[in-house]
């Protein structure tokens, strides 16, 4: 056989690291350098040369990510050491009653117990996974199973772009022999929701929750199918070793953080056990800011030497202790189910029930997705229900309590009409919605405004739904365009409006065509198009005109989108009152071509990346994303290497104690707004 040519070779072990690399950036940092573009070509190269060279291809590659060959089986491991599971504190009283008993044993012990200090974790509600890295490379991962057997899930879990292949060594690094890394794997919600959607569109069965989505799929024989669900990672925990000892906790994070590990920006360090405390009850009250379900707050004692002392009590370690926050489930008693009318026609169901409180809220309502889920369920009128809140996702009713069944519960069909305009429901073969066909029934067009106006799509601050209600019902607009074609004077004749209430809400539809082409493509509502794809199809087709002209296979092309999506596009374009809807908010100054690159390239902040954290007095949070985006500046979540400036409003959170410790420049609000030129 001829030699690879050394260049070859060459090229390949760098476009390997390159790529390990910017899903480094991209995945656990999340701070893309790159664009996705220039990701694909880089990676469509090393598969080009893998593919030449057979004689190079090789299990650690970044194209090995996309999911091998369907197994026949899991096969069982045993964990080099056990893993344990945490005893739980209910309450901030069991809370103080386990630190009481963490300090007695090592006062017993003749240690101060001045002298603990204390970790603070969000605990991550997914799956707990164990990942055994040897000299530096990925060799096995495993489900905890039942703490001692676990099973082998390494093809799965290499799909995961957060998990390092290979640890991050610094330059000149031995690798340790063996580490084994502890983390839970999850689906971030905003995926959980868009997951359910298409799951739904398809007909398939929908996920109750985000743990039971991203566990379901790391327990798929075929990784091909993991490959497409975008799971993530916290870890957590520094297992067995080989050739490292960490002496604390915090010191097993910091090697984590420093070889390529997401590790949760949340974690905090307390030399006083009344911080930690207050740490875990804070994040309790914003739990539902987070981007993935977390069920408590886990407080560790850092030092691994008073770990040993504390010793453990079955299989929970006493040096670590779970606070649960309030459940997210409760039972109630479903009154009756009622129906709105979307913006896409489809007839929603929803429950009305006895008010009852989950997860520190209290909830009358829930979603009930469509008729076959709620006969799936066996859900029926008058039933005692199980409902259940995740994070932030709306609440959904499990499943009712057949035990507490009288009889009288009444089974549910949905209505043959339109509750809003009385048209005759249709139900189109092989979907599960039943929809309203008329394209001018009033609640589809209300609830098209509403979703153009609201926060994550225009954001047009000072137009809420009673607003557009009104002006609908007056018929001063009959569509979204109609709101850029306002006169203050239609406004005046409204109860509460005055000249300033006035003006703010002229403000913000000035503001508003400001936005960027792929929001405005979120906002038209088309069906489908969540602010997911809507970004993805601005990045992809650039403008409006070239979307408006693609086929629907065109469209279908794009990474991302397939078939379904595609089909409601083109029905969307097809359509001439939208088309002419799209002109008139054209005229209206609106954005329709994707600008950012260029300034991304260009723009003074070109190649900066931004950190918010707390509240800004004079904006929003998202209008200094876009103000920073605007002038080529990108914005992240987390606090990293690659950030470059962090913006500090009022009440920072644990990202100003993360920028600090990293040493990044902290920006207070003037400074910022000088940096940009406001
Ligand atoms: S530490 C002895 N830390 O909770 C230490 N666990 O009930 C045991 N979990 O099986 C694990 N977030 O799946 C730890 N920050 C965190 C965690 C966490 C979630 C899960 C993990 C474990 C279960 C224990």
């Keep these: 056989m001829m030699a690879t040519p050394p260049e070859i070779v060459k090229r390949v072990e760098e476009l390997r690291g390159q790529l390990e690399h910017h899903n480094y950036l991209y995945y656990v940092l999340d701070q893309p350098e790159i664009s996705d573009a220039e990701y694909d070509r880089l990676f469509a190269e090393l598969q080009k040369l893998e593919t030449e060279h057979p004689e190079l291809q090789f299990p650690d590659s970044p194209t090995q990510r996309v999911g091998a060959e369907p197994l026949p089986g899991f096969t069982q491991v045993r964990h080099p050491q056990q893993m344990l599971s945490l005893a739980n504190a209910r309450n901030g009283e069991e809370l103080v009653d386990w630190h009481r008993r963490v300090a007695r044993i090592l006062e017993d012990r003749g240690i101060d117990p001045e002298s603990v200090v204390y970790v603070t974790e969000p605990k991550i509600d997914g799956l707990a996974i164990s990942l055994i890295y040897e000299n530096g490379r990925l060799v096995r991962g495993a489900t905890r199973g039942n703490g001692e057997v676990g099973e082998d899930v390494t093809a799965n879990l290499r799909t995961i772009r957060a998990i390092p292949l290979a640890l991050r060594l610094n330059p000149g690094e031995q690798p340790p022999a063996v580490v084994e890394v502890r983390g839970e794997v999850y689906l971030p919600l905003a995926a959980f929701e868009r997951f359910n959607e298409e799951r739904a569109a398809a007909g398939e069965p929908t996920f109750a929750n985000p743990r039971n989505a991203g566990a379901g799929s790391i327990r798929q024989l075929d990784p091909r199918v993991a490959a497409k669900r975008p799971l993530s990672i916290w870890c957590y925990q520094v297992g ?18 420093g070889h390529g590990f997401k590790v949760n920006p949340m974690v905090e360090r307390h030399e006083d056990f009344g911080k930690a405390m207050k740490a875990c009850l804070a994040w309790e009250a914003r739990r539902s800011e987070l981007d993935y379900d977390i069920d408590g707050a886990v407080v560790k004692v850092d030092s691994y030497a008073m770990q040993e002392v504390l010793g453990a009590v079955g299989r929970a370690p006493r040096w670590a202790v779970a606070f649960k926050f309030a459940p997210s489930t409760a039972v109630t008693h479903l009154l009756k189910i009622e129906v709105n009318v979307g913006r896409t026609g489809a007839l929603n169901p929803y429950a009305v029930m006895d008010p009852v409180e989950v997860g520190g809220v209290t909830i009358t309502h829930a979603t009930l997705h469509n008729e076959e889920d709620i006969q799936r369920k066996d859900i029926r009128e008058g039933d005692w229900v199980v409902v259940q809140r995740a994070g932030d996702v709306i609440p959904q009713i499990v499943g009712p309590v057949i035990q507490k069944r009288t009889g009288a519960e009444r089974e549910y069909h949905m209505p043959g009409v339109c509750p809003s305009c009385g048209a005759h429901t249709v139900r189109p073969e092989g979907e599960v919605v039943v929809r309203c066909p008329n394209k001018s029934c009033p609640s589809q067009i209300v609830e098209s405004i ?82 997911i794809n809507a970004t993805l199809l601005a990045r992809n087709f650039r403008d409006v005109d070239s979307l408006m002209s693609a086929s629907r296979d065109e469209i279908a092309g794009v990474e991302g989108i397939g078939p379904i999506i595609a089909e409601a596009v083109r029905e969307y374009f097809d359509e001439p009152h939208n088309r002419e809807t799209i002109q008139r908010l054209r005229d209206a100054g609106l954005q329709f071509r994707l600008e950012t690159e260029a300034a991304a390239a260009t723009g003074p902040l070109a190649g900066k990346s931004f950190v918010l954290t707390g509240t800004l007095g004079s904006m929003a949070r998202s209008e200094a994303k876009e103000k920073i985006e605007a002038q080529g500046g990108t914005v992240s979540g987390s606090v990293g290497k690659g950030t470059g400036y962090v913006v500090a409003g009022e009440n920072p959170g644990s990202k100003l104690n993360k920028a600090q410790q990293l040493r990044k420049t902290v920006l207070t609000e003037e400074e910022f707004l000088k940096l940009i030129g406001e």
């Design 450 to 531: 509403k979703h153009f106006v609201s926060k994550g799509a225009m954001d047009i601050e000072g137009v809420g739904e009673k607003l557009v209600e009104r002006l609908f019902n007056r018929q001063l607009i009959k569509n979204m365009a109609d709101l850029y074609f306002l006169k203050p004077d239609d406004l005046l004749g409204l109860e509460g409006f005055k000249e300033k209430s006035i003006a703010n809400v002229f403000k913000a539809l000035e503001d508003s065509r400001k936005r960027p082409f792929s929001r405005v493509l979120f906002a038209l509502g088309i069906r489908h198009v969540g602010s």
């Design 240 to 257: 067995y070793t080989e050739g490292l000892e960490p002496g604390s906790h915090w010191q097993a994070l910091e090697w984590l953080t």
